[in-house]
């Protein structure tokens, strides 16, 4: 590890002083940074040879030109290499990589139940994420374990969750610890950092479908453009409510898929006549109502709205592999046979 002393990089500059000057060079000075040179600056930044300072200004700086797809590959390649090395992650490969990074506010994250109901019938999926970085939000790791599941707490015990039950979840700060303490400044610098990015496109375990829920549409491109340079054979960027990888039944939605390098997108249909009443309370327990298909009366939102979510959120998922009417009966049909003790 190189370390710098004050008085030292006075003198002599900094290794990775280059990347931030790439980025922050004024507005006709600057440029974005190439796939090599994101590659390198991010392997520095997990290395941890750089300056607290120099972390803080990059990542800001990055933040408010925004990532390419270039970049945001070569810093996903830099983490994806480093975890490799330490962990045999090729055996894993689940069907799904289902990241789960922006958390719920106006609606309960009814795209957990479309993932375990995925793993009831039979798909491996394999969730990751980070929780508590914005205060007020529904994370999905918090939730999980409300509801009774148990969350991995090292890469081994993912891997025994897949192979048991189908489903596993892992925090950041088990695949990458670096990453996880980057995102976990959110609230001291103010701004979400380029991590909440690019860990949507980490598939660390080479599942063969990617999911990923974006709020920004600006970022679409830049995602489904990220996944052809990563060579992911199977992948769908969608905005999703809240930012997650969630169907939103209020509205028509354009999905943007990678399937064997191509780039191509779906369209999605609203699932809804009218705009439900956001509820004033997030409640744990309407997602085992809504599960176990109990306590159900008339006119119960949490029933109006969660059941065609967590469906066309099943639908969603099936599309990176399925075509568009297939997927739907498909995704109906597992929702009908779910498990309901399950929850």
Not at 140 to 168: C, H, M, P, Y
Not at 312 to 337: C, D, H, Y
């Amino acid at each position: 590890m190189i370390e710098f002393q004050n008085h030292e990089y006075e003198k002599v500059e900094h290794p990775f002083a280059q990347y931030i000057r790439i980025i922050g060079k004024g507005k006709n000075g600057a440029r974005h940074l190439t796939q090599k040179e994101a590659f390198d600056a991010m392997t520095m930044i997990i290395n941890g040879n750089l300056l607290d300072e120099q972390l803080g200004a990059f990542m800001m700086l990055m933040r408010m030109k925004e990532e390419s797809a270039e970049e945001l590959a070569g810093f996903c390649q830099a983490i994806k290499q480093m975890f490799e090395q330490d962990f045999e992650t090729q055996s894993m490969q689940p069907d799904f990589d289902w990241p789960c990074y922006a958390g719920k506010k106006r609606q309960l994250p009814w795209y957990l139940l479309a993932a375990l109901a995925l793993s009831d019938s039979g798909y491996k999926v394999f969730m990751h994420g980070f929780d508590g970085h914005t205060i007020g939000r529904m994370y999905a790791q918090e939730t999980l374990e409300k509801l009774g599941i148990t969350t991995a707490r090292s890469v081994l015990q993912a891997k025994k969750q897949l192979d048991d039950s189908n489903f596993t979840y892992l925090c950041l700060r088990h695949i990458n610890p670096a990453m996880a303490n980057v995102m976990n400044k959110r609230n001291i610098m103010g701004l979400r950092t380029p991590v909440h990015t690019l860990c949507r496109l980490l598939n660390p375990f080479h599942a063969k479908n990617v999911l990923q829920g974006i709020f920004h549409p600006a970022y679409q491109g830049v995602h489904q453009k990220a996944n052809v340079l990563l060579g992911y054979s199977s992948a769908l960027v969608y905005k999703g409510e809240g930012g997650e990888f969630e169907r939103n039944p209020e509205g028509s939605r354009e999905a943007f898929l990678v399937k064997d390098g191509k780039e191509t997108s779906l369209k999605f249909d609203k699932l809804l006549s009218r705009r439900l009443v956001k509820p004033e309370l997030l409640d744990i327990h309407d997602l085992k109502r809504v599960w176990r298909n109990t306590d159900c009366i008339n006119g119960d939102q949490a029933f109006d709205y969660g059941v065609p979510t967590v469906i066309g959120s099943i639908e969603l998922a099936l599309s990176t592999f399925m075509v568009p009417n297939t997927a739907k009966q498909k995704a109906q049909e597992i929702w009908k046979n779910r498990d309901k003790s399950k929850l």
